[in-house]
């Protein structure tokens, strides 16, 4: 699953502003030709760590490697292999869209005709208007479409579809499939869990400047704790007392509970000496995963199974 | 009557608002002001306390068009005082000073604020139409007021009496607030701030030019000027209190014009529309400074036009001080005293000074916007494209200097042109086209720290403008006042030979550029070590 050469690297990563810590110890390993889903409540620090990789902040401690090179010292160097897109696109008002995506191209050297032509078409942009009669959403697209069209091996995302609508949003995910597809790397910060669980292959979750999480979507997945709802003839002894068992809820033949994935043996066991009429089992959506780490419990509180993400 | 109270509800919170904002801005320009004042009006009292004195300076001043053109009609100078003698160094500055005050911070309040996102939050709650501009206005003239009243309680305290301190207060107050309300209308036209406070400094402009003209030919011509409104008022060389109507009416009725026009328009726009941009980028637009000449080009453009519009007044004038030097032997003295240079120089070389110094505030103003730049995250994507920093920044100076030298050649050769074409001396054109081509190195140093400042200490980049300030204000004010060559030498403009009325020296403006180049190369190792964006 994972490649042998990292694009990302971060070991660490400490920065402050004044006496607010904004990142405390940040890892973050991005290999070349994944998705990289970067998740984290507001104000956790992922912008500031994009910053940090695009040289435009100073990390304070720990170490930051960005393809070759050091995000700080050969800042320039490495641009000419990354493209960005803000959450937040701020143009210059007396400027057409069209012109911003030109001049963005003229310092990267240049820029595909063709494929400009087809990715404003693709996000109906109107190149013609002036960037203060944009809406958030078209203001985002000029920046997705100069990044886009520029063929960069490395795109960091930063929240790039805040304000698009769902068809747009489409169209986006289309479009970060292929640039995958042709090998290149992304890293990809935002709140649509649905995008992120469609186009990545790998996640980092991060909380108040600390990397609180990280693997496949799999992975996580199976370090969490799936919740099965069983019918059986009898009530099912001892479930509650099986290590990486929790929240029983017993409902007549109904019982509800959840189970981490090395206490699944024992509980089946117990399940079919009940006399099982049906089982279901449920993985934790991402959205689940994502509210414990985030720090908000789903609605059923989970107890703590030992391993390192509970809190 | 019901929609009119609507159309303002929440002015009141929004006026706390402002005040709150501006806490740190309006006294600053209050107590910066009335230090000035003060310290002339000490200056003034000492270096005329006896009336031979007081009466030497009527000689040199009254009637001479060079003096006119700067200061006014020179009221109360047939038996002057010190307070007559004040007003007529003073007065027109500190209008001007009100004026820039009004127009800043009307626009501030009003257009600046529709721009920014959060004006539509504000809206969103129960906020009438007009409560925006209302409160602005409202907070404008609680700072002109605190203004006011602390020049008038300074030239008390300083032994200069009271009506005349009350009415030049008054004067004050009525000309900030005139401009503020100029202002607002220019808010309601433009659909930006830059734009909003190009036209309403325009107007500044022109009035000063206005009330120039009309003072020197004695006709009624200077009442079309929001300045000689202020002057009309004739502080300590008996008061004219009913003139203080004149900017106060006007006031009222603009602002009543500005409401319907903000009536007749959308929330975030202007009455002139924008129109589409090209699809694709010019070549000329390829890189970091086709961004740059693209940023700085409206400015650059509209003080161009002000500067040729302002030197082909002083050149025009000129003439008419030429034709006061046979009336008036005792300037001829005076000059021949100075160094032997014709009066005609010596009116163009303050020309040249004040195009200096307005070269010299383009470039602040031009290299601040290379601040805006970053603190509005505009610079993040041309960071994160594979251009450095010192790329980015030499883009701005280098297009906002050459547009700086721009002015001072078109300011210059507009002077030599008015002044050639009326006296008919047509060498003129380049002397003072050079003249002020050789002030060159004033703003450029200037501009240079103001750089420096905004690499080095951004959150101190504002402090630029109190450096210029305090230039101009020496630049204009220290040879009447008297002030002590330490504190005039802060200003880089005393530093530059006052051509065409002195010879040229060189090494004053070798050590400028000097100067101005290690500021410059100082702040571009100082942009690469600190972090970028709202620091």
């Known amino acids: 699953m994972r490649s042998t050469e990292s694009v990302i690297e971060l070991r660490g990563l400490r920065k402050a502003f004044g006496t607010t810590l904004a990142l405390d110890g940040l890892e973050l390993e991005v290999a070349r030709g994944e998705v990289h889903g970067f998740l984290g409540p507001n104000g956790s ?57 030109d001049l963005l191209a003229a310092l990267r050297g240049g820029i595909d005709r063709g494929r400009r032509a087809e990715l404003i078409e693709r996000f109906e942009l109107d190149p013609r208007k002036k960037a203060s009669t944009y809406s958030k959403g078209n203001r985002q697209k000029v920046a997705l479409v100069a990044a886009l069209a520029s063929d960069a091996e490395l795109l ?30 992304v890293l990809l910060s935002s709140h649509i869990l649905a995008e992120v669980e469609t186009l990545c292959d790998r996640l980092t979750i991060i909380r108040a400047g600390r990397t ?52 699944i043996g024992e509980v089946l066991r117990r399940v079919q000496s009940a006399g099982v009429r049906s089982l279901v089992g449920q993985p934790p959506t991402l959205e689940e995963l994502f509210l414990r780490h985030y720090g908000v419990e789903p609605a059923a509180p989970l107890e703590p199974s030992g391993d390192a993400h509970s809190h | ?96 000073l009100v004026a820039v005050l009004g127009v800043m911070m009307t626009t501030r309040h009003t257009r600046a604020e529709e721009e920014t ?32 009243g602390a020049v008038a309680a300074l030239l008390v305290a300083t032994g200069y009496g009271a009506a005349g301190a009350a009415a030049f207060g008054a004067a004050l107050f009525g000309v900030g607030m005139a401009f503020a309300a100029i202002s607002l209308v220019a808010g309601q036209v433009a659909s930006t701030s830059r734009a909003a406070n190009g036209l309403a400094l325009a107007a500044l402009g022109a009035a000063f030019v206005i009330r120039a003209v009309g003072d020197v030919q004695g ?80 400015a ?32 001829a003295d005076y000059l021949a005293g100075l160094g032997g240079g014709s009066i005609v120089d010596a009116f163009l070389a303050t020309g040249t000074l004040v195009i200096g110094l307005l070269a010299g505030g383009y470039l602040v103003s031009a290299v601040l916007r290379m601040r805006a730049e970053e603190t509005a995250g505009r610079v993040d994507p041309l960071l994160a494209a594979p251009m450095s920093r010192v790329r980015w920044v030499t883009s701005h100076l280098v297009v906002a200097m050459s ?12 002077a030599g042109v008015g002044a050639a074409l009326t006296t008919g001396d047509g060498a003129l054109v380049g002397r003072v086209g050079l003249a002020a081509l050789a002030m060159a190195p004033a703003p450029l140093a200037l501009g240079a720290v103001a750089f420096l400042l905004c690499a080095a200490a951004p959150r101190w980049a504002m402090a630029a403008w109190a450096l210029f300030g305090l230039s101009a204000a020496i630049g204009l004010l220290a040879d009447a006042l008297g002030l002590p060559s330490w504190v005039t030498s802060v200003s880089p403009y005393r530093h530059i030979p006052a051509l065409p009325a002195v010879p040229f020296r060189a090494l004053p403006i070798v050590v400028l550029l000097m100067v101005a180049a290690i500021a410059a190369a100082a702040g571009c190792i100082a942009i690469t070590r600190r972090d970028i964006g709202r620091v």
């Open chain 2, 403 to 414: 547009a700086a030298v721009a002015l001072l050649l078109i300011g210059g050769l507009a």
């Open chain 2, 219 to 298: 006709g009624w011509l200077s009442w079309a000027s929001p300045i000689h409104w202020g002057q009309a008022v004739r502080a300590y060389a008996g008061e004219r209190w009913l003139a203080l109507a004149v900017p106060l009416v006007v006031c009222a009725a603009l602002v009543t014009i500005a409401g319907s026009l903000a009536d007749r328009r959308d929330f975030g726009g202007g009455l002139l529309a924008q129109r589409p941009g090209r699809a694709e980028a010019t070549a000329r637009l390829a890189g970091p400074i086709g961004l740059a000449l693209r940023l700085h080009r409206g």
């Open chain 1, 212 to 263: 609180v999480e990280r693997g496949t979507l799999a992975e996580l997945r199976h370090m969490t704790r799936t919740s099965y709802t069983v019918e059986t003839e009898r009530p099912v002894d001892g479930l509650a007392t099986v290590p990486g068992v929790a929240g029983v809820i017993v409902d007549g033949q109904v019982t509800r509970f959840e189970a981490a994935p090395e206490a």
């Open chain 2, 300 to 331: 650059a453009v509209g003080w161009a036009v002000g500067v040729a519009a302002l030197g082909v007044f002083y050149g025009i004038v000129a003439d008419e001080a030429e034709q006061m030097l046979v009336d008036n032997p005792q300037m």
């Open chain 1, 45 to 101: 620090g992922k912008s500031v760590t994009i910053r940090i990789l695009l040289g435009l902040l100073r990390r304070d401690g720990g170490q930051a490697r960005l393809l070759d090179g050091d995000p700080w010292a050969d800042a320039v160097h490495l641009h000419r292999r990354l493209a960005y897109v803000p959450g937040d696109v701020n143009l210059w008002p007396n400027l057409s869209g069209g012109e911003v995506i």
């Open chain 1, 156 to 185: 960091l995302l930063d929240e790039p579809t805040s304000g698009l609508d769902p068809l747009m949003e489409a169209v986006f995910q289309d479009c970060i499939l292929e640039r995958k597809a042709a090998g290149r790397t």
């Open chain 2, 1 to 96: 009557m019901r929609t009119r109270t609507e159309s303002l509800a929440g002015s009141i919170r929004l006026l706390r608002l402002a005040l709150r904002r501006d806490r740190v801005r309006i006294p600053i320009w209050v107590l910066s002001t009335a230090a000035m004042v003060g310290l002339s009006a000490g200056s003034v009292r000492d270096l005329y306390a006896t009336a031979e004195q007081r009466s030497g300076y009527a000689r040199l001043v009254r009637d001479n068009a060079a003096m006119i053109v700067q200061a006014g009609p020179g009221y109360g100078l047939d038996e002057p005082t010190v307070g007559a003698i004040l007003m007529n160094e003073l007065s027109v500055w500190i209008l001007i």
């Open chain 2, 117 to 148: 996102l959060r004006a539509e939050l504000v809206r969103s709650a129960p906020v009438g139409r007009h409560a925006a501009a209302v409160a602005g206005m409202a907070a404008v003239a609680v700072a002109q007021l605190l203004l006011a």
